[in-house]
């Protein structure tokens, strides 16, 4: 049985990349670029007075005390009308570009104007050079690179792609994920449920965690454990990027998905895995095609289902949007109590990831009953990791995924 890095190795290596293409940044939130930003320009592309004061020439100024004649006004937008002379000073506005001949800005508030005389305004101190000046190009030379391909497209890299790249973003399309919930025991949402039947939880639950992954979906429905409407299920499923079949994976009576996905030409890359819950997660590849398709059973039980797509699923969905610099753990949670896990499986145990004022961030395992206690699992952010057989004490250092 593989362990939960050599599997995710297995998903990685059969992950591919999908292709590009052009779009609004705003519509590519949650995508990774394809290509780097460049900038096409200097920026700021003319220096630039970073207070509101006057700009002035610092040398007029060594002597501490001076009065300065003022000879314009310079708002954000508008340029000088002329360039600075000796003893001359321009009331300038955050943002507005510097006047010819001034090389330093002195803050409104550190000048007096005399009503007596407001052509003037009197310096008290002697200017450092430069203050308070943005140079041209100081920020971004030409041609250097803003944000690098892989990087995830979020509020701040809309606003940059808006300033240098017209607002659009090369990026990988958004992956189709189709999912089937299989099961005779199922029924929807709006279905009092009979004798024996339970409500189908992880039909629903997998369209959300995909959808927030970035993916678009495509729902299969409740498919009955029969041969004929699996088939059809599964033909259907593999025109997505990603096939999620949830249950009948396993080797039941009625457990059809592995010899179907055979006969379709998905070819098995692993099944089962060392982790507690999931461990019963099947992964396969329909490859050669035009149209690749990586496919996941995933167990049944819902709590299995959700740790199985953070770990697995999500790093699948990643790679094929080009998001590598994603992982799905996150290190150095601090423990908030002991925890022992005698099985000879790693645990993904949900619990309460905060960050303390002032320390560092902390986990708590909370009171989780097992893989069927789905109310527990929705009061956690994150699943703690821990080792097989092993033993933790508060305090110690633990990593874990995200949830
Ligand atoms: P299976 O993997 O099909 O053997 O199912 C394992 C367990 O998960 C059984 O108790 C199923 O009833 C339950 N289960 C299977 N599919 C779902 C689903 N879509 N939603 C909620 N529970 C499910
Ligand atoms: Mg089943």
Known sequence: MLSVTEALEEVSR?????PTQECLAIEAMGMALAEDVISPVESPAFDKAMMDGFALIAADTEGGSVNLEIVDEITAGNTASEALEPG??????TGAPMPPGADSVIMVEDTQIDSENVDRVQIFQP????????????LLGKGQVVIPAGSVIRPIEV???ADLAGAKALVRRR?????I???DELVGPEVEPGPGQIRNTNGPMLEAMAIAAGATVKQLGIVRDNRDDLCAAIKEGLQADVLLISGGMSVGVKDFGPTLLAEQGVEKVFHKVQLKPGKPLWFGKQGG???PTMVFGLPGNPASSLVCFHLFVRTALNELMGRTQDSPFVSGFLLTRDFVNPGNRPVFFPALASRKDGGGATIAPLAWKGSADIATLAQANALACFEANSQ????QFVSAVMI
């Open 289 to 291: 095609t035009d149209n």
């Open 175 to 179: 992956p189709t994920v189709a999912i």
């Open 392 to 395: 933790y004490e508060a305090g």
């Open 159 to 161: 606003g940059i792609l």
């Open 181 to 183: 919930s299989t099961g």
């Open 88 to 93: 001359q000073a321009a009331r300038i506005m």
């Open 127 to 138: 200017v450092k050079q430069g203050s308070h000046v943005l140079k041209k190009g100081g």
């Open 14 to 18: 059969h992950a591919f990349r999908l």
